[in-house]
């Protein structure tokens, strides 16, 4: 399995941007797709977007659509999201994950706390 560290949390006013990583080592030959998923306290963990990794392809949840950005690093084996004119609703501990391509997503980083204030 792939191992994932997840980083670029931190406290941002609303409208301001901010770029998480996550940098994974071990067994990235498997790798079909990397997400990012976020959980806000009182709420369950929720998809926000992943990352076909050999094809670049992309997909978004509604809510961050036009606003959030994935992205990946081959050389660097590091994936990126890119977060721009956030709103206090995205305030949430951000976990970034990988699957094969036959698999539900089974490695995950430690999670990164975003907080958005008003």
């Known amino acids: 399995q792939v191992q994932l560290v997840g980083s670029g949390g931190g406290l941002v006013q609303a409208g301001g941007s901010l770029r998480l990583s996550c940098a994974a080592s071990?067994?990235?030959?498997?790798?079909?797709?990397m997400a990012w998923f976020r959980q806000a306290p009182g709420k369950e963990r929720e998809f926000v977007t992943s990352i076909i990794w050999s094809s670049g392809t992309t997909y978004y949840a509604d809510s961050v659509k036009g606003r959030f950005t994935i992205s990946r690093d081959n050389a660097k084996n590091t994936g990126y999201l890119q977060m721009s004119s956030l709103k206090p609703e995205d305030t949430a501990v951000y976990y970034c994950a990988a699957r094969a391509a036959s698999a539900s997503y089974d490695s995950w980083g430690q999670g990164t706390q975003v907080t958005v204030s008003s």
């Open positions: 071990g067994r990235t030959f498997g790798r079909y797709a």
